[in-house]
């Protein structure tokens, strides 16, 4: 069946460093593919998304294209900032597929 | 737009209670869901539906039930309150519309004591 598979965390960074979250995934055909993010006490909303191969979803400096190829969808961002600390899934869902997939999500704190 | 609105926040139950968690969505999504999330982890699937008089269950439905009589409400119940059902849940509901994204309530935080 399908799967996603998230980097490990936690994950701690400075202020204005670089972030990676590694994302990929298992599944057949052409799934959409999603980041979420929690802030702490909240529910999951979307930061971005990406529905076909190379395409490259944005969202408040963050950044992930859809790699068929390596089957993956890294989340990116080129400065973090402190308000970015949060939970991050990602996830996928199949067209005309009833569930969303998710990751087992990446928590990550930005010390100032 | 009030999107989905969950109902508590907050609860506190004893061993053996029941409840109901109350789910609503305006957004006339056919498909609603229901996760928890136990500390420091990722979701999972109690139960699903896919429009009204439909429900299915996900990764971990025992001890909840489920109904949805019309497209806006999905409530959950817990039967038997146990304290393996102290968690965070969340109600999603997404349009039937292929590669649209989930949206998620602010989540009802159960303790069972």
């Known amino acids: 069946g399908d799967s996603v598979t998230q980097m490990e965390g936690p994950v701690t960074l400075s202020e204005e460093a670089f972030l990676t979250i590694n994302c990929t995934y298992t599944?057949?055909?052409?799934?959409?593919l999603f980041w979420y993010v929690q802030y702490p006490g909240e529910g999951l909303q979307l930061l971005l998304k990406?529905?076909?191969?190379?395409d490259k979803g944005s969202n408040k400096g963050f950044e992930a294209t859809y790699r068929k190829e390596t089957t993956s969808f890294h989340l990116e961002k080129g400065s973090v900032q402190v308000s970015d600390s949060a939970v991050y899934f990602c996830?996928?869902?199949?067209?005309?597929?009833?569930?969303?997939?998710f990751g087992q999500g990446t928590r990550l704190t930005i010390n100032p | 737009n009030a999107g989905v609105t969950q109902t508590p926040k907050f609860r506190i139950l004893k061993i053996g209670q029941s409840m109901t968690l109350q789910c609503a969505q305006d957004?006339?999504?056919?498909?609603m869901y229901w996760y928890r999330q136990d500390p420091g982890m990722g979701l999972k699937l109690i139960y699903y539906?896919?429009?009204?008089?439909?429900?299915d269950k996900g990764e971990v439905p025992n001890g909840y039930n489920v109904s949805r009589s019309t497209t806006e409400d999905f409530p959950l119940r817990l039967e038997l309150a146990a304290p393996s059902q102290t968690s965070v849940y969340f109600c999603?509901?997404?349009?039937?519309?292929?590669?649209?994204?989930?949206?998620f309530g602010q989540g009802t935080r159960l303790t069972v004591v």
């Open positions: 539906s896919v429009g009204a008089g439909i429900t």
């Open positions: 996830a996928l869902s199949h067209q005309g597929a009833q569930k969303l997939v």
């Open positions: 957004m006339n999504h056919n498909y």
């Open positions: 599944a057949t055909g052409y799934p959409s």
């Open positions: 990406a529905t076909k191969a190379d």
């Open positions: 999603a509901s997404r349009t039937d519309v292929p590669n649209t994204e989930a949206f």
